[in-house]
């Protein structure tokens, strides 16, 4: 049985690092940025200081922690998997990581012809934040 891949996953630097932030602040929540200001930084913010819309799309949990994406941007995106890295730097101007020296960084990669077919029929429910 093939397995549906998921969405969004992150390096063990970048899991490491969320679990810091957790401790620091307490349940977190990822939002991909479609700004130009910040790119490919994904977006760290406290859970209970972001809110999330009827258009945003739920991507999947990176240790406990929900991500989520613009529906817009995710029609651009959904043949990619999102790879969360971090990277030394600044994050950006209202994330969590901001002022740490190090920064969330998203990579990607394009979800093979099968694996887009499995997610084809995959719901993309999120938690109640």
């Known amino acids: 049985m093939t397995t549906t891949p998921a969405r969004v996953t992150a390096t063990p630097a970048a899991l490491e690092f969320i679990s810091t932030l957790q401790t620091k602040y307490g349940p977190l929540l990822f939002f991909q940025s479609g700004g130009c200001c910040d790119g490919s930084s994904p977006l760290c913010y406290a859970r209970n200081e972001y809110g999330i ?24 995106w959904r ?44 719901v993309l429910h999120g938690p109640q934040v």
């Open 53 to 76: 819309g009827d258009a945003d799309v739920y991507l999947g949990d990176l240790n406990g922690t929900p991500f989520y994406m613009g529906s817009d941007q995710f029609e651009y």
């Open 79 to 122: 043949h990619t998997q999102l790879i969360i890295d971090v990277v030394n730097g600044m994050g950006g101007m209202f994330s969590l990581d901001n002022g740490t020296g190090k920064r969330f960084l998203t990579r990607s990669r394009l979800f093979t012809d099968e694996e887009n077919d499995l997610l084809g029929t995959a």
